[in-house]
C-alpha cells in the first residue's frame, strides 16, 4: 500500500471499498481551473498532493500557537531579497501544498498574480502532530522531487526539529538524504542558499 492509499483508506467511510485504480488524478492547471470556476473557494481546508483533493486536518491549540511564533519570529531575521509566508501555496509539478511556513526568495509583489514556483523557495516547514506520518512521507515526497533544499519539520509530540536536506531521487522515490534532528535543548542554524542567516533557540518555538 502506498502512502496516499494509506490516507485514502484512513479517511474513507468504512462501509464502502474503494478501488485506488478508478480515481482519478488532477493536474495543477485543472486544480487552479477548479478554483478559479469557482467549485473550490479560495480558504477551503482542501490541498493537492500528488494529483490528490486532500482535506487539511483541524489543528490543536499548540499547532496554531507554535505556527504563529514561527511567523513572528523568522521575519525580522530575513535579509535582503528573501520574505516569509505562512498556510498559502506553493506550486510543483504535481501538487500544491499549503505548508505552515515558507521562505521565498524576491520581493511580495513579484507573486501578485502566481503562487511561488518550488524553485522559488528557499525553506518550507511543516508544523507537526496529528500529521506527522503524511509531513514524513509524502510532504517530504513532495517537497524533494521539487527539489527545495530544506525542509524542516517540527514534531510537537517528540518537541524535536527534524532538518531534511540534500534531496534526491525522483518521483515516488524522492526523498531527502540527509536529515539532522535538533531537541529542545539545541539552537538551529537558519540557513538559506548555503549561508547561515541565524541561531534559533528551539525551546523558544516549543509549546
Known amino acids: 500500500m502506498t502512502d496516499m492509499e494509506a490516507v485514502i483508506e484512513n479517511t474513507a467511510p468504512q462501509t464502502a471499498e474503494i478501488d485506488i485504480s478508478r480515481l482519478y488524478r488532477l493536474t495543477v492547471e485543472q486544480y ?19 494529483g490528490w483533493l486532500t482535506l487539511k486536518m483541524t489543528k490543536k491549540p499548540a499547532h496554531r500557537i507554535v505556527t504563529q511564533d514561527l511567523r513572528d519570529l523568522l521575519p525580522p531575521l530575513m535579509p535582503k531579497g528573501y520574505f516569509v509566508d505562512d498556510q498559502e501555496p506553493v506550486t510543483t509539478e504535481d501538487s500544491e501544498p499549503e505548508p505552515d511556513l515558507l521562505v521565498i526568495r524576491g520581493k511580495r509583489s ?3 498574480n502566481r503562487h511561488p514556483l518550488a524553485k522559488e523557495v528557499a525553506l518550507v516547514v511543516e508544523v507537526s502532530d496529528v500529521t506527522l506520518r503524511t509531513d514524513r512521507t509524502i510532504k ?13 519539520l517540527l514534531n510537537l509530540n517528540a518537541r524535536t526539529l527534524e532538518v531534511y536536506t540534500q534531496p534526491i531521487g525522483e518521483g515516488m522515490d524522492a526523498k531527502y538524504s540527509v536529515r539532522v534532528d535538533y531537541t529542545a535543548a539545541q539552537s538551529v542554524p537558519l540557513m538559506l542558499d548555503g549561508r547561515e542567516i541565524a541561531q534559533i533557540q528551539l525551546a523558544d518555538l516549543l509549546p
Do not use: C, F, N, T
Not at 478554483?35 to 482542501?46: F, K, Q, R, T, Y
Not at 517530504?140 to 524542516?152: G, L
Open 140 to 152: 517530504q515526497r513532495i517537497y524533494a522531487k521539487a527539489r527545495i533544499p530544506i525542509y524542516w
Open 110 to 112: 513579484d507573486y501578485a
Open 32 to 50: 487552479h481551473q477548479m478554483v478559479e470556476s469557482g467549485m473550490l473557494a479560495s480558504g477551503d481546508p482542501i490541498e493537492l498532493l500528488e
